[in-house]
Structures are given as structure tokens and as C-alpha cells.
């Protein structure tokens, strides 16, 4: 049975010395959490200018107290004008005590995911969607936020996404071929299909390789029709997918992650 101050306060004022059944933490209401407003951050803006461009939202906060335990995460955003080509993904880092770790995603409206550590922060990192044309932020606006409390979010329905840029695969050739190594904490992979007829889908593989070259699996890519989620062999390092059909075929791959 707990027992709260109040009740402890009281016990002494009656001279009973008996030590407490429970050790009771107080967590802090005031100090640099609540000040600072370290909980939780948001920003709008114009996309950057250039690719690889770093935005804080949710700078380090290094000041969480007592020792590690589970915080969740909460990204949210609102695109006021889409750019032409530009978009941003998260970038979270986290740790505890000497030990620090990071990754990135998608930054969705609404993700949501849990953590173990004392410090994070949440940056947006800038990029071009579509590689076949070159990074544009032309009259792009975007909103970004995210926050962090303490707790599980208990949600494992709509796992994060690391989604790579739209690559155009040429006719079987030189070009007919596209690498994508593993991403950090992937555990299962899908590839969109801008063109899914049925000839195509015969006519484009999907390869997962490890060291020397090895092939693990190999799949056409009417496996992953409509985004359908294949794990990834232990010891994979990349996804190689390879255009057999006839004319350019443009595939978007997606990762997911096990966090």
C-alpha cells in the first residue's frame, strides 16, 4: 500500500519512527521542462532552399529528469502550399546516459512512437522526392511539431516509415537496376508501383542481398501489390530491383521500422 506526503507528515508529527513500506518519487512541476516548454516545440516556415538542410523543431533536451525510462513521440504537420519537389523527413536522436543512438522517418501527421532514454531531439531534414528532377521548395510552406511525454503509446498499428525517393527504372539495360541499402531498425519493406498492370508485374524483380553478393530472396513485385509488407532475411545489406518490361517503370520503395 502506497501512502502519500500528507499521511507521512502526520506520522511524524505523532513520533512514530517506522520506516516508509515504499520509497515515493516526486517528479518536479517547475524548473527547465516546464519553463522552457521542452515538451514540446512547433514551427512554420518555407521549405529549405537546398536538400539535406537541417530544421530544429524539438532541439536536444538533455535536462529530462531521473534516470531513463519510456517517453513517447509525437510528430505532427500541415502543408499550407506543397512544393514542387521538397519535402522533409524526422530525425530523431536519443540516449541514455553514454549511450546514444538515431534514425530517420517519415514525417507524418500524427505518428506516434515510444522510446527508452533521459535525452532526444527531433530535427527535420530536408529532401527531394522524386529523383528524376531536381530538388524544388518553389512555393512551399510547411508546419512541423512535435512532442514528447512520458509513457507508452501502446500503438503498433501504423509502425513509422522511412519512404526513399521515386526512382525511373529504364528498359532492361544498364539503368534497368536500383540499390537501396537496409535503413537503421527496418524490419519490413514494400515498393509502390506507378504503373501496376499485369504485365508489369511480371516483368520487375525485387531482391534481397547480403554480403558477397548473395541473394536471400527474390520476389516479382505483384508480392508487394498493394503495399503489402515483406520482413527482411537476417543479414540482408540491400533491396535490389530490377526492370525486365518493356519501357521506363518508376517504383518508390518504403521501409518500415520495428520501433
Not at 57 to 63: E, I
Not at 179 to 197: A, C, G, I, M, Y
Request: aromatic share 8%; charged share 15%; hydrophobic share 40%.
Amino acid at each position: 500500500m502506497g501512502i502519500t506526503v500528507e499521511d507521512y507528515m502526520r506520522a511524524v508529527q505523532r513520533g512514530v519512527r517506522a520506516g516508509m513500506s515504499k520509497i515515493l518519487m516526486l517528479e518536479p512541476q517547475t524548473g527547465p521542462w516546464v519553463n522552457q516548454n521542452l515538451w514540446g516545440d512547433q514551427h512554420t516556415q518555407p521549405l529549405p532552399a537546398a536538400p539535406g538542410a537541417i530544421v530544429q523543431v524539438l532541439p536536444k533536451n538533455s535536462g529530462m529528469y531521473g534516470p531513463p525510462a519510456v517517453h513517447s513521440v509525437q510528430l505532427a504537420r500541415g502543408d499550407e502550399t506543397p512544393a514542387a519537389n521538397s519535402d522533409v523527413r524526422a530525425r530523431v536522436a536519443y540516449g541514455c546516459g553514454g549511450a546514444r543512438n538515431s534514425f530517420d522517418c517519415d514525417w507524418l501527421h500524427g505518428a506516434q512512437f515510444s522510446l527508452v532514454c533521459n535525452e532526444l531531439s527531433v530535427n527535420a531534414i530536408s529532401y527531394a522526392p522524386d529523383t528524376g528532377t531536381p530538388y524544388d521548395p518553389s512555393g512551399g510552406n510547411v508546419f512541423l511539431a512535435a512532442s514528447v511525454a512520458k509513457g507508452s503509446v501502446n500503438s503498433n498499428g501504423a509502425p513509422l516509415t522511412y519512404t526513399e525517393p521515386s526512382v525511373t527504372l529504364a528498359d532492361a539495360g544498364p539503368t534497368s537496376i536500383a540499390e537501396f541499402p537496409v535503413r537503421d531498425f527496418v524490419r519490413e519493406f514494400t515498393v509502390h508501383l506507378s504503373q501496376n498492370n499485369d504485365a508489369t508485374l511480371k516483368n520487375i524483380t525485387v531482391s534481397f542481398i547480403g554480403g558477397g553478393s548473395t541473394s536471400y530472396a527474390n520476389y516479382d513485385i505483384s508480392v508487394f501489390a498493394g503495399g503489402r509488407r515483406v520482413p527482411i532475411p537476417g543479414m540482408t545489406v540491400l533491396v535490389r530491383i530490377r526492370n525486365l518490361a518493356v519501357g521506363n517503370k518508376t517504383v518508390t520503395p518504403q521501409w518500415f521500422l520495428g520501433l
